[in-house]
Structures are given as C-alpha cells and as structure tokens.
C-alpha cells in the first residue's frame, strides 16, 4: 500500500508541474511550486520510510520549513505585482 | 495487525487526496477555485499520509520527530494558502465571473467594502 501512495506522490507532482508551466499568471506558478514542494517533502517522508533511509524525517522537516520560508518570500517580492501589464 | 491496516487505509486515503488535489489544480477554471482545490486537499493528505508513516513506525524518536511535521505542515499550509491569496489580491487580481449577476454581486461588495472601510 505505501507503493501505491508513493505512485500517487509521483502522479500529483506531474500533474503540478504541468500547472506550473501552463499557469496564466504568476500566482497560479507560485501556487503550483508550493504544492510541488509540499508533496517532495510527503515524497521524502513516504519514501524514505519504505526505502528504509538514515534520518529521513529531519531531511523532511527541514525541507518542509523551507519551502514554507522560500515561498513567503517569493510572495512578498509578488506582492506589489500587476498580472495585468504583463504576461508572466 | 491492527495498526498495519490502520496504516494502509491512512497511506491509501492519503494518496487519494494526494491525486484529487492534483488533478482539481490542473483542471479547475480559475485561480481562486485552484487555490482552494489544491490548499484543502493538500493539507488533509499531509495529515493522512504522515499518520500512516508514523503508525507504521512504532515507537520510536522518529514519531515524535513524525508529529512535529504533521504540525508543522498543518501550520504552514492554511497560512500559506491565506497569504498567497492576499498577494493575488494585493496584487489588482479579480475573479473574472462570465456572469453579469455575479460580477455586479462582487462589485456591491468591493463598494460596501470600501464604504465601510
């Protein structure tokens, strides 16, 4: 069963990216990174667990608290940003 | 026994929301609606999936490391959501509506919005 949520894991981040690369404006790509980091981070946790690694959950948690850091900061750079004078 | 059937029902029904998010952020029409797919199911499945994993492991200092990631996420994710929706609106970003109903209904509010603030 873990095999079938890592297979699921992997079909979601396929269909994330695709929402990242067609996305109409800036939010829909930061939208889609974010969710992309949140499921590598489930992916490093599920994974690492049936694979048996050394330590995988600090790697998780420290990838968890960066995607949530990085993305705060691409929002803030996003913040004053008009979708409309440009396509992003 | 038990536990390990708790732990599959966790990881299937985590990988079930997992795929659901997936596909709403791909094929729903607009930002906002995307947004809420992909926030409400990302946040339950990370719940699921995590339990899963932690009921498979046992006892061990990895559960609790487990826990404070399950909080962490559920922490992280809502407030990710809420921000990134107040920079699409900070950033001039509507809700394009077909309906004329519906796009007078939004402008009554943006104005009631406006008076009271």
New interface residues.
């Given amino acids: 069963m873990i095999v079938a949520a890592i297979l699921a894991l992997l079909v979601t981040m396929a269909l994330v990216l695709t929402r990242a690369f067609i996305g109409p404006t800036v939010y829909d790509r930061i939208l889609a990174v974010n969710a992309f980091g949140t499921k590598s981070v489930l992916l490093i946790t599920v994974g690492g667990h049936a694979m048996g690694w050394y330590s995988y959950v600090d790697i998780a948690l420290m990838y968890a608290l960066i995607n949530f850091v990085g993305t705060l900061a691409v929002m803030r750079f996003f913040e004053t940003h008009d979708p409309r004078h440009d396509e992003l | 026994m038990l536990i390990g059937l708790l ?2 029902l966790c ?2 029904f ?3 929301l ?2 659901t ?3 709403g ?2 094929r729903l029409p607009s ?1 906002f609606v ?2 809420h797919a ?1 926030s409400v199911t ?1 946040t339950l ?2 719940v699921f ?2 339990a ?2 932690m009921l ?2 046992g006892w061990a200092l ?1 559960t609790a ?2 826990l ?2 399950i909080v ?2 559920f922490v ?2 809502p407030s ?1 959501t809420h ?2 929706c107040r ?2 609106a ?4 509507r809700p394009e509506s077909n309906h004329e109903p519906q796009a007078s209904h939004q402008q009554e509010n943006q104005s009631s919005n406006n008076s009271t603030s």
């Fill in positions: 732990s599959d990881l299937l985590g990988g079930l997992c795929l998010g997936g596909v952020l791909l930002f995307r947004l992909a990302e499945a990370t999936l995590i899963g994993v498979d492991t990895d490391k487990l404070l990631l962490i996420m992280a994710n990710i921000a990134l920079t699409a900070h950033g001039k970003y």
